[in-house]
């Protein structure tokens, strides 16, 4: 089956710089990738997807990278706020609808 | 409201109870997911809807798990004979169809504490 790996210590950072959060996987490629906000007692919601032809993808703020080469996503928060604080994950989406969710990493923003 | 609704938010009960879990989708989704959550953990996928149909039940962790939907919209997860193990956060979530492309859109979960 399929391993995600995303760091699981906490990544803390001042307002205003950029955040980059890491996605690697093991074995195959999947078809795309998408990035998933979660709050504490809430359920994840969705940021960013990107394919696997694409190499960038940005909305506002984010910007979304994927290297099948690698094997590896990178997820990035520029100017980031306090209220960017939360966890991010990373899910690989196959064909025949199948997903990995990793375990998110958990971004601080201090003001 | 217009997202994906679950009941209950928590629930504690004894070793060996069955529960039921409810999921409320989106209007219209016509694909269901429902996921585990344990603390410190990436979500684990149990099984998908299609319609009212599950495709994919590969997930379910035992056969003490089962899910069913009906008339297409509301889903419901039910545990038999509860184990300590089964503690977790149980996450419903549904995007207009099926597919690795599709966002989900996910309710806030069912936390499941078993005594």
């Known amino acids: 089956s399929q391993k995600i790996e995303q760091n699981s210590e906490a990544l803390n950072i001042q307002e205003g710089k950029t955040a980059t959060l890491t996605c690697n996987y093991t074995?195959?490629?999947?078809?795309?990738l998408q990035w998933y906000r979660q709050d504490p007692g809430r359920g994840p919601v969705f940021l960013l997807l990107?394919?696997?032809?694409?190499k960038e993808k940005r909305k506002e703020r984010l910007k979304v990278t994927f290297d099948t080469t690698l094997k590896q996503s990178l997820f990035h928060i520029t100017a980031s706020q306090p209220a960017d604080s939360a966890t991010y994950l990373c899910?690989?989406?196959?064909?025949?609808?199948?997903?990995?969710f990793g375990s998110g990493t958990k971004l601080n923003v201090k003001p | 409201g217009a997202g994906v609704s679950q009941s209950p938010s928590n629930k504690v009960t004894e070793k060996g109870k069955d529960v039921e879990l409810r999921c409320d989708p989106i209007s219209g989704h016509t694909a269901l997911y429902w996921y585990r959550q344990s603390l410190g953990q990436g979500l684990e996928f149990l099984i998908y809807f299609q319609g009212n149909s599950a495709p994919d039940k590969s997930g379910l962790p035992s056969d003490r798990f089962s899910a069913e939907r009906t008339g297409g919209s509301v889903s419901t997860l039910t545990i038999q004979r509860t184990q300590q193990e089964d503690s977790a956060v149980y996450l419903c979530?549904?995007?207009?169809?099926?597919?690795?492309?599709?966002?989900?859109?996910f309710g806030d979960g069912t936390r499941l504490s078993i005594l």
């Open positions: 990107i394919r696997e032809n694409e």
């Open positions: 979530a549904s995007s207009p169809q099926a597919g690795a492309d599709q966002p989900q859109h």
């Open positions: 899910a690989l989406g196959y064909n025949f609808n199948k997903f990995y």
């Open positions: 074995n195959y490629s999947p078809a795309y």
